[in-house]
């Protein structure tokens, strides 16, 4: 019952809150020009959706195939992390209020589930360069995942909270329920690194090359990334190395992505009839 419960109450202020964002960031005229034509801009999106989807698909069914492997490579690095920064995270915890714990709670729930959200349906209710910022998110998201799913085979990593005892699991010991919802989509040795990091990275990283489009989104989502990836320390889920390695494949994600999403439209366009191409309309990362 407590994890229906966590898992509805995520999922109502995250519907809320992408609805809120669409409305204050794009304004209500696009959200109704986007809904005439939704079937065209899901037919754009489709290839990358589906590979997202597909992707995910996969994650899942071999969650307990790799957690097993993981456990039979036994490459424990937590005690090198601990080697590499000390005490950090149990410094952070002292000198932040107590008064935070729940703010901080909401954003590592759910800030983070809003930000994957609110990003994609913003971008695919956008005009003009919107469904191109969503594709390269799409292809972040991507690339974020195949990189954490393959370090989390890999590496076996415990958090400070369960590493030292100078650290507490604060959420976990406040509001125990969250625990069965974070049980529920991975394994308490996923820490190298931080996913929450990464992703949240890379919706500001995608947030900042759509300034000059969607300059309210751009605030918003750097307000609640940094909220997310200070959380992730906060509550002693991750290590500051977990964080550092996080925004830099955050970071190097959306860069790549970029790329390929460049080269993918490239090859669409070429295999139009006449090899026709459309016309230029500026770099997306300057509109």
């Given at each position: 019952?407590a994890l229906l419960e966590v898992t509805a109450a995520t999922g109502i202020?995250?519907?809320?809150?992408?609805?809120?964002?669409?409305?204050?960031?794009?304004?209500?005229?696009?959200?109704?020009?986007?809904?005439?034509?939704?079937?065209?801009?899901?037919?754009?999106?489709?290839?990358?959706?589906?590979?997202?989807?597909?992707?995910?698909?996969?994650?899942?069914?071999?969650?307990?195939?790799?957690?097993?492997?993981?456990?039979?490579?036994?490459?424990?690095?937590?005690?090198?992390?601990?080697?590499?920064?000390?005490?950090?995270?149990?410094?952070?915890?002292?000198?932040?209020?107590?008064?935070?714990?729940?703010?901080?709670?909401?954003?590592?729930?759910?800030?983070?589930?809003?930000?994957?959200?609110?990003?994609?349906?913003?971008?695919?209710?956008?005009?003009?360069?919107?469904?191109?910022?969503?594709?390269?998110?799409?292809?972040?998201?991507?690339?974020?995942?195949?990189?954490?799913?393959?370090?989390?085979?890999?590496?076996?990593?415990?958090?400070?909270r369960n590493h030292l005892e100078t650290v507490s699991g604060l959420m976990?010991?406040?509001?125990?329920?969250?625990?069965?919802?974070?049980?529920?989509?991975?394994?308490?040795?996923?820490?190298?690194?931080?996913?929450?990091?990464?992703?949240?990275?890379?919706?500001?990283?995608?947030?900042?090359?759509?300034?000059?489009?969607?300059?309210?989104?751009?605030?918003?989502?750097?307000?609640?990334?940094?909220?997310?990836?200070?959380?992730?320390?906060?509550l002693g889920i991750h290590w500051l190395t977990d964080v550092v390695v996080?925004?830099?494949?955050?970071?190097?994600?959306?860069?790549?992505?970029?790329?390929?999403?460049?080269?993918?439209?490239?090859?669409?366009?070429?295999?139009?009839?006449?090899?026709?191409?459309?016309?230029?309309?500026?770099?997306?990362?300057?509109?």
């Amino acid at each position: 019952m407590a994890l229906l419960e966590v898992t509805a109450a995520t999922g109502i202020s995250v519907v809320a809150g992408t609805a809120v964002t669409a409305l204050l960031c794009i304004g209500p005229r696009q959200v109704s020009r986007a809904m005439t034509d939704v079937d065209d801009r899901l037919r754009e999106i489709a290839p990358y959706l589906g590979a997202a989807l597909a992707l995910l698909a996969v994650k899942q069914i071999t969650q307990g195939y790799r957690l097993r492997l993981s456990r039979a490579l036994d490459w424990n690095i937590t005690d090198e992390l601990y080697a590499l920064e000390g005490e950090f995270v149990a410094s952070l915890q002292s000198l932040t209020p107590d008064a935070t714990l729940e703010f901080f709670t909401v954003s590592y729930m759910v800030g983070f589930a809003f930000l994957l959200v609110a990003a994609p349906v913003t971008y695919f209710l956008s005009e003009g360069h919107g469904r191109r910022h969503l594709k390269e998110l799409l292809v972040a998201y991507m690339l974020n995942y195949a990189v954490g799913t393959v370090c989390y085979t890999l590496f076996i990593s415990y958090g400070p909270r369960n590493h030292l005892e100078t650290v507490s699991g604060l959420m976990y010991r406040v509001y125990p329920q969250t625990q069965d919802l974070t049980a529920a989509v991975a394994s308490n040795t996923n820490v190298f690194p931080s996913l929450h990091t990464s992703l949240s990275v890379a919706v500001l990283a995608v947030a900042w090359r759509s300034r000059r489009t969607h300059p309210r989104w751009t605030p918003a989502a750097a307000a609640v990334a940094a909220a997310v990836v200070f959380s992730t320390m906060y509550l002693g889920i991750h290590w500051l190395t977990d964080v550092v390695v996080g925004a830099a494949l955050g970071v190097g994600s959306v860069s790549a992505a970029a790329r390929i999403v460049d080269r993918a439209e490239s090859g669409s366009a070429a295999s139009r009839p006449g090899g026709e191409r459309e016309k230029p309309t500026g770099r997306p990362g300057d509109d």
